[in-house]
């Protein structure tokens, strides 16, 4: 078939095949759809048939390690990049995650081929304060001032990158989220109900992520007596800093009210069986699990910060709660558990409303075939 007069060959770098299949495939149909050859570029794992299912080809990265920031194999990943870049002659690159959006914007300015980052959350890199943290941003500034764009998930990152000085307003845009398919996300009519209210945290077990205070916020809820449960769906991410001990899991399980079920790959199946999903972060981009209970009608609790409070409009679609704090936490839990199920149904409307409007992803798709075309 011949190629389109507009169209272009272009690379989608992240940090694990899983995250494209995640957060990217809605993005990679539509740009094969528009003619674009779309080549994956990502550490291989279990999940590539699937990439390679939408016509996409995928190339996998041997050097790119999630954790650790050995020098000679951050070197290594540059010139990797670098030579995958020239030798594929791609038109433009999209970047996701930290060392694709760093080591990807170099290696593309260096490749003479425009670049469009994505800063989809600050992670633990911004919120300690140290060595780590300066080294990131040190780069981050000097991968930035040679990237073509960079879009951030939620105004408040954006606005500290600029305030930093890591990257120029001019150069900046907001892009809200990875977007969530709302005909695949959407409310389950005559649902499998559990025996008792649920609460349902999706996520990784860090600290980071407010698991602490919901653990301690199932204690609360089990001393008032409340006839519910917390279940807990997400990897422990022992190579995080931030990831909670075993210990600390196995305990909080002791009380009876709180199961962990691990990691899922049938995450929309929890939600669909919840009454409350709840995230107590302390910062995040656009969290994917609040737009996916949003979208499926569910009412939603979660934090007053960055990223999060972008979900909620306060007591219309659920709840927000200061960071850091498990007696709000488990107040608002115990608030939730007492509302009428008409009023919980109430908010799960406004949810997928909200979810319809500005979350769907083809508003977000619109947004990169847009900046695609420009480049």
Known sequence: MAKQ??????GIVLNTAWNIVNFRLGLIKQLIADGHEVVAIAPADEYVPQIEALGARFLALNQLERKGSNPLREMKLCRELYKVFKQERLDLVLLYTIKPNIYGALAAK????????TVTGLGYT??????????????????????SWVAFQNRDDRQLFIDRGLVAQEKSLLIPGSGINTQVFAPVAGREEPAVFTFLFV?????????NELLEAARQLQQAQAEAQIWVVGAMDRDNPACISAETLAQAQALGNLQYFGRSDKV??????????????????????MLEALAMGKAVLTTEVAGCRETVEEGQNGFMVPAKDANALAKAMLK????PQAALEKMGAKGREMALEHFDEQIIIQHYKQLIKEL
Do not use: T
């Open 110 to 117: 260096w490749a003479g081929i425009p670049s469009i980052c």
């Open 5 to 10: 007069a507009n169209a272009k060959k272009i």
């Open 126 to 147: 911004f919120l300690h304060d140290n060595m780590v943290s300066k080294l990131a941003q040190r780069l981050y500034k000097y991968a930035f001032k040679r990237a």
């Open 268 to 289: 929309k199946d929890f939600i669909g069986r919840a009454d409350v999903v709840v995230l107590p972060s302390y910062r995040e981009g656009l969290p994917r699990v």
């Open 203 to 211: 996520g990784r077990l860090l600290k980071d992520k407010g698991v």
């Open 336 to 339: 939730m558990y007492k509302l």
